[in-house]
């Protein structure tokens, strides 16, 4: 169980990474897609102005990295509870 979620959260906090470098050298465009993933006409109005901070980046890397380390460990302990005979 623990093995599978460490690497869940490893792999969840690679995703992250790479979604923030994208965001780091292509903001403008980032803001468009994630305007048209929310359907926003006006991204800018609700997401602002994109900045990506060193501070902000690790602070939410650990979150990412705790977030997915519990999900996942929910997930598998549900999964071999439905698996285990009866």
């Given at each position: 169980m623990k093995k599978f979620s460490l690497l869940s959260a490893v792999a969840g906090g690679a995703v992250y990474s790479?979604?923030?470098l994208f965001v780091a050298f292509w903001p403008d465009l980032s803001l468009k897609?994630?305007?048209w993933l929310?359907?926003?006409t006006n991204p800018e109005a609700v997401f602002g102005q994109t900045r990506v901070t060193l501070a902000a980046?690790?602070?939410a890397l650990i979150e990412v990295l705790i977030y997915f380390y519990i999900?996942?460990?929910i997930f598998v302990w549900i999964f071999?509870?439905?698996i285990k005979e009866k």
């Open positions: 790479a979604c923030t897609l994630m305007g929310f359907h926003l980046y690790l602070g999900i996942s460990l071999n509870q439905s």
